[in-house]
T-cell receptor
Framework: EAQVTQNPRYLITVTGKKLTVTCSQN?????MSWYRQDPGLGLRQIYY???????DKGDVPEGYKVSRKEKRNFPLILESPSPNQTSLYFC??????????????FGPGTRLTVT | AQSVAQPEDQVNVAEGNPLTVKCTYS??????LFWYVQYPNRGLQFLLK??????LVKGSYGFEAEFNKSQTSFHLKKPSALVSDSALYFC????????????FGSGTKLNVKP
């Protein structure tokens, strides 16, 4: 089954404790992206990756890091989480055609709470 | 800056009635627009997209959207709503100057009552 998986699905942590949210896709997609969803704000793009070893900032990259060492994986790293990073996080992937990503396939989400 | 607005936080319709979920966009260039749906505790699912061409775009589950360049709108429509259409709907636009960046609206909760 074609899918994007994220782990963990739920995470409660404390301020300053480094964490990683994993994302993996089995569709051989070139493009991957991370979003956070907050009430009233919709989804905001954190980082994206056009292919292995190629990443760039989205609209809200502060406090986050990413890496793309393999095509299927795109982990999101919070080196020193703070309460304002409490949110619902989504990973997404897309095929590349004509020099652009197209419709995105989303993972099930990771609900992060930072106390 | 590119942006998308969904002016209604919530839309209520009766089952069997037509539904419209509104979206307006602001981009400096040709828009490339999407609609996604989110069911509770799930990720977003793609419904349809407008790239170019016919202003009426048909998508999944009987949904369609009308692109209106003069009104900078891309409203989602369905002729006859189902209770199972109740969900959160997001409009999104691709940045015409950086194809890797996407901007989403704040979402509209659709309630379809029996």
């Amino acid at each position: 089954e074609a899918q994007v998986t994220q782990n963990p699905r739920y995470l409660i942590t404390v301020t300053g404790k480094k964490l990683t949210v994993t994302c993996s896709q089995n569709m051989n997609h070139e493009y991957m992206s991370w979003y956070r969803q907050d009430p009233g704000l919709g989804l905001r793009q954190i980082y994206y990756s056009m292919n292995v070893e190629v990443t760039d900032k989205g609209d809200v990259p502060e406090g986050y890091k990413v890496s793309r060492k393999e095509k299927r994986n795109f982990p999101l790293i919070l080196e020193s989480p703070s309460p304002n990073q409490t949110s619902l996080y989504f990973c997404a992937s897309s095929f590349w055609k004509g020099g652009t990503p197209h419709e995105q396939y989303f993972g099930p989400g990771t609900r992060l709470t930072v106390t | 800056a590119q942006s998308v607005a969904q002016p209604e936080d919530q839309v209520n319709v009766a089952e069997g009635n037509p539904l419209t979920v509104k979206c307006t966009y602001s981009v400096s260039g040709n828009p490339y627009l999407f609609w996604y749906v989110q069911y509770p505790n799930r990720g977003l699912q793609f419904l349809l997209k407008y790239i170019t061409g016919d202003n009426l775009v048909k998508g999944s589950y009987g949904f369609e959207a009308e692109f209106n360049k003069s009104q900078t709108s891309f409203h989602l429509k369905k002729p006859s709503a189902l209770v199972s259409d109740s969900a959160l709907y997001f409009c999104a636009v691709r940045d015409p100057h950086n194809f890797n960046k996407f901007y989403f609206g704040s979402g509209t909760k659709l309630n379809v009552k029996p």
